[in-house]
Every structure is written in C-alpha cells, then in structure tokens.
C-alpha cells in the first residue's frame, strides 16, 4: 500500500520559515524522483520543487533561493525548507512522485500572514 504523510505546516508571518517533511512508503521512494506540490486558494496544483533520487534539486522561479528540497533515502522522507515565506506562498503542500503517479497525501497547510 502506497502511503504519502506530509506534515510540518502552520500559521507563519512573512518572511519565516518552516520545514515540511513526507514519510514515503518505501516501495514509492526508492524507485521515484520525487516532488513537492502545492495548491492555493483557487488555484490549481502546481509544482513547486522536484528531486531526483541521487538528490539533485530543481525549484519554479518563484521559490528559487528561498526553497531548499532534499530527500533521506534511509528515511524515505523527502523535506522542504522553505525560507523567507512570502503571502503567495499560502498554499496546501502536498508531495508525490515526479512526475505524479497518482498517489498522494492528505497535504499539509502553510499559512503566511501577519
């Protein structure tokens, strides 16, 4: 059974932090690059940030130099840090396969606000 658990969101001012994390199941993991994916209010899901499975990132535009993925193969965890959070950053953050197999998680939710 396939099963992807994000966690790490909550209510953040702009310009702070958080660091999200997914526990992949292993039969998932090990064989996929992987991908963090959000949806915003209205909006539809996009990618935000992708890595391969020999841990080499890849981000869209808007998070560049803000974003950091990266992944623990002995964990089968997959994070993202993610810094100098912006109010467009407000989104569900979901991860799963790159590109999407159809499996995802229950997402988890980042607020930025003052």
């Known amino acids: 059974q396939v099963q992807l658990v994000e966690s790490g969101g909550g209510l953040v001012q702009p310009g702070g932090s958080l660091r999200l994390s997914c526990a992949a199941s292993?039969?998932?993991?090990?064989?996929?690059?992987m991908g963090w994916y959000r949806r915003a209010p209205g909006k539809q899901r996009e990618l935000v940030a992708g890595?391969?499975?020999?841990?080499?990132?890849n981000y869209v535009d808007s998070v560049k130099g803000r974003f950091t993925i990266s992944r623990d193969n002995a964990k089968n965890t997959v994070y993202l840090q993610m810094n100098s959070l912006k109010r467009e950053d407000t989104a569900v953050y979901y991860c799963?396969?790159?590109?999407?197999?159809?499996?995802w998680g229950q997402g988890t939710q980042v607020t930025v606000s003052s």
């Open positions: 890595i391969t499975r020999g841990g080499r990132g």
């Open positions: 799963s396969t790159l590109p999407p197999t159809g499996y």
């Open positions: 292993g039969s998932i993991f090990s064989r996929n690059d």
